[in-house]
């Protein structure tokens, strides 16, 4: 019998049984197995041919056995940030987040890290509607973590009413140009969400992933880190 016939029989089968599915080993044992046994006696498969097909069933279990590794770490290191995640409840924290919760006649802590010393930063606070409603300059930053008080007052003094606001920073070196600005939020820990197989921290109001934290600040204290640059707002 010709084994190139049998080879083919036996993958057009195969292809049949699983035409959505790659083929595993189990299926590659099988068509290995099916052609030592219909091989003629007369013309075996040659040696060469046989360790090859040995070698790729061999590469092909060990693929599969990393590929379920891989699987069970991932499932460990998700269980582990979950049980990270839960532990932050109640803590102060800072993430990379730029929307902030206002609660009228308590001050807001706006931050943002400069990779590098800036002449001058403009922070642009603007409402749900996106409409500007105050505009902070800054001068002569240090490189690092910068913080500013917001008030919760508009550029003409009055009083902004309670909800979520945005705040863009923009930054420039002595030559006019523009710097990287990462915008920090700082907040207690408020609760802790499942979703998707992901943890969501929700900080100020805002429910965000947990790879957006950046820095746990505290335990129990509500006082925020001072301010590296020495800026006040």
Not at 45 to 55: H, N, R, V
Not at 133 to 146: F, H, N
Not at 202 to 231: F, H, K, M, Q
């Amino acid at each position: 019998m010709d084994v190139s016939q049998v080879t083919a029989g036996t993958s057009a089968m195969l292809t049949g049984q699983h035409r959505t599915e790659t083929l595993g080993k189990d299926d590659f044992l099988r068509l290995l197995v099916t052609q030592m046994t219909h091989q003629d006696p007369l013309n075996p498969m040659k040696d060469t041919e046989f360790i090859a097909q040995l070698a790729q069933f061999s590469s092909l279990e060990q693929m599969q056995n990393l590929n379920t590794q891989f699987a069970e770490q991932s499932a460990l290191i998700q269980s582990l940030n979950n049980n990270m995640a839960a532990g932050l409840v109640g803590r102060m924290v800072s993430v990379a987040s730029d929307t902030v919760e206002l609660d009228p006649g308590t001050p807001v802590t706006i931050g943002f890290q400069l990779g590098e010393a800036a002449a001058r930063a403009v922070v642009e606070v603007y409402d749900a509607a996106g409409t500007r409603v105050e505009t902070v300059e800054l001068s002569d930053l240090k490189a690092g973590v910068q913080q500013i008080e917001w008030d919760g007052l508009a550029s003409d003094g009055s009083s902004l009413a309670a909800g979520r606001y945005r705040f863009q920073v923009t930054a420039s070196d002595a030559e006019g140009a523009a710097l990287a600005v990462r915008p920090l939020v700082y907040g207690r820990v408020e609760s802790v969400a499942f979703e998707n197989g992901g943890a969501y921290v929700t900080v100020a109001g805002v429910a965000l992933p947990l790879g957006a934290l950046v820095e746990v600040l505290a335990g129990s204290s509500s006082e925020l880190p001072a301010d590296e640059s020495g800026t006040e707002g």
